[in-house]
């Protein structure tokens, strides 16, 4: 049976010698089935993928995004630095992000984003080269200008997300009451935008009646993968970013931001003084409360177990991470030597000396999260480091105003 095989193969070999076709092209090739239109759960289960991000953990990487809020609310501040983030790399606010080319169509206020994106540049200390921005406002209700569009975006290119801001600026003469118009305006999105752009996110208002939900028909809702409210305290002005939905996958915890002023490189010709804008800068303040969150003892005493093992054996972060966060310097240590480090501050009751490791391994694991949570440390491919000890490209002064240049 071996030398018929052989045979068969030497002879498979000799055809294709004598041809210019491939040996594929000669061997036969099985063919691929198309799956069944049934599947059972079992095979379904086994295959499963977990949800891939455009910014982890906050926006999926495909589907349809809306961000709202009422007038003031700076929800629009909050989309731009999305926006900026995956133009250029760098992480949100330590969620890492996937890189792509960025389209802005803006409603209103053209000439203002401008000083924006510039303050954010200045935040971050890099530019935003595949950040784009429309002249005008686009109408989702009009095939023949939405044909033009999409050629654009094809030229563009690697397009990872299209922002809409806001969403009843660019439907035109559409009634966001009306289930049937944003049918359309639906049908157009997935016809002349989505095959060009893996995530369309738009910016919408709160209901005239309520600051919890977007206005507009329910038919918009439905339609989302994932929602988000901002909203601002009177008081305080502490944005809050809170999930509404989130369709694939477990709802993020809310985030909380401050408005922090930064003098751009543009220039007033009135005044002939640089101006100035808003960039937002995640805190731990909540609500009307302006002080920060106290930090429990282990968390303290873990967080300085990682500033201890890397004034003792850190290293300087790799490119891509410097790169990623904006640093400029930054030391770091691999995971285990936090642990290492973490252990010897961290009691726990226990005589059994297996016990007390094992206690200890789910207490750091516990902290270590917490202190994510909070952007007090990042931990990413296995560097651990405390982005408020690394310097970026620009630093901030003693009032937190003005950016300096890092020295």
Same mark, same amino acid.
């Given at each position: 049976?071996?030398?018929?095989?052989?045979?068969?193969?030497?002879?498979?070999?000799?055809?294709?010698?004598?041809?210019?076709?491939?040996?594929?092209?000669?061997?036969?090739?099985?063919?691929?089935?198309?799956?069944?239109?049934?599947?059972?759960?079992?095979?379904?289960?086994?295959?499963?993928?977990?949800?891939?991000?455009?910014?982890?953990?906050?926006?999926?990487?495909?589907?349809?995004?809306?961000?709202?809020?009422?007038?003031?609310?700076?929800?629009?501040?909050?989309?731009?630095?999305?926006?900026?983030?995956?133009?250029?790399?760098?992480?949100?606010?330590?969620?890492?992000?996937?890189?792509?080319?960025?389209?802005?169509?803006?409603?209103?206020?053209?000439?203002?984003?401008?000083?924006?994106?510039?303050?954010?540049?200045?935040?971050?200390?890099?530019?935003?080269?595949?950040?784009?921005?429309?002249?005008?406002?686009?109408?989702?209700?009009?095939?023949?200008?939405?044909?033009?569009?999409?050629?654009?975006?094809?030229?563009?290119?690697?397009?990872?997300?299209?922002?809409?801001?806001?969403?009843?600026?660019?439907?035109?003469?559409?009634?966001?009451?009306?289930?049937?118009?944003?049918?359309?305006?639906?049908? /157009?999105? $997935?016809?002349?935008?989505?095959?060009?752009?893996? &995530?369309?996110?738009?910016?919408?208002? =709160? *209901?005239?009646? @309520? +600051?919890?939900?977007?206005?507009?028909?329910?038919?918009?809702?439905?339609?989302?993968?994932?929602?988000?409210?901002?909203?601002?305290?009177?008081?305080?002005?502490?944005?809050?970013?809170?999930?509404?939905?989130?369709?694939?996958?477990?709802?993020?915890?809310?985030?909380?931001?401050?408005?922090?002023?930064?003098?751009?490189?543009?220039? /007033?010709? $009135?005044?002939?003084?640089?101006?100035?804008?808003? &960039?937002?800068?995640?805190?731990?303040? =909540? *609500?009307?409360? @302006? +002080?920060?969150?106290?930090?429990?003892?282990?968390?303290?005493?873990?967080?300085?177990?990682?500033?201890?093992?890397?004034?003792?054996?850190?290293?300087?972060?790799?490119?891509?991470?410097?790169?990623?966060?904006?640093?400029?310097?930054?030391?770091?240590?691999?995971?285990?030597?936090?642990?290492?480090?973490?252990?010897?501050?961290?009691?726990?009751?226990?005589?059994?000396?297996?016990?007390?490791?094992?206690?200890?391994?789910?207490?750091?694991?516990?902290?270590?999260?917490?202190?994510?949570?909070?952007?007090?440390?990042?931990?990413?491919?296995?560097?651990?480091?405390?982005?408020?000890?690394?310097?970026?490209?620009?630093?901030?002064?003693?009032?937190?105003?003005?950016?300096?240049?890092?020295?």
């Amino acid at each position: 049976m071996s030398d018929l095989i052989e045979k068969a193969i030497n002879t498979r070999l000799n055809q294709s010698q004598n041809t210019d076709k491939p040996i594929n092209a000669i061997v036969p090739q099985k063919e691929t089935q198309p799956k069944p239109f049934l599947q059972p759960f079992t095979a379904l289960i086994k295959d499963y993928q977990p949800p891939k991000w455009l910014v982890k953990g906050i926006i999926p990487n495909q589907g349809l995004i809306e961000f709202f809020g009422a007038s003031g609310s700076f929800k629009s501040f909050i989309v731009l630095d999305i926006g900026y983030c995956i133009s250029t790399g760098i992480s949100w606010h330590g969620h890492e992000v996937k890189q792509g080319n960025v389209v802005y169509f803006a409603g209103e206020g053209h000439h203002g984003l401008i000083s924006r994106v510039n303050a954010l540049q200045r935040h971050y200390g890099k530019p935003p080269d595949g950040f784009y921005r429309s002249e005008k406002p686009i109408n989702l209700s009009d095939e023949k200008e939405l044909q033009e569009i999409s050629e654009y975006l094809k030229q563009i290119g690697n397009i990872q997300l299209v922002i809409i801001d806001t969403l009843h600026r660019n439907s035109g003469e559409s009634d966001e009451d009306s289930a049937k118009d944003f049918a359309k305006v639906l049908k /157009n999105i $997935d016809k002349y935008l989505a095959p060009y752009a893996k &995530v369309i996110m738009w910016v919408h208002h =709160t *209901g005239h009646g @309520t +600051k919890e939900r977007s206005r507009g028909t329910s038919a918009r809702y439905a339609s989302l993968d994932a929602c988000y409210l901002i909203k601002r305290d009177d008081d305080s002005n502490i944005i809050e970013m809170k999930c509404t939905k989130m369709k694939d996958a477990e709802e993020p915890k809310p985030m909380m931001f401050e408005m922090e002023s930064i003098e751009t490189e543009l220039i /007033n010709p $009135d005044t002939n003084e640089q101006i100035r804008s808003l &960039v937002p800068v995640k805190t731990d303040k =909540t *609500g009307s409360t @302006t +002080k920060d969150k106290p930090l429990t003892k282990r968390q303290k005493d873990v967080l300085s177990a990682l500033r201890l093992a890397i004034k003792n054996d850190g290293r300087e972060l790799p490119a891509e991470i410097k790169e990623r966060e904006g640093f400029i310097e930054g030391r770091g240590v691999k995971l285990e030597q936090w642990r290492d480090e973490a252990y010897k501050v961290i009691d726990v009751d226990s005589d059994d000396e297996k016990s007390k490791m094992e206690a200890k391994k789910k207490a750091f694991q516990r902290v270590r999260k917490e202190l994510k949570e909070r952007d007090k440390v990042v931990i990413y491919d296995e560097w651990c480091y405390v982005p408020s000890d690394c310097k970026r490209k620009y630093q901030r002064d003693k009032q937190g105003q003005k950016p300096i240049k890092g020295e």
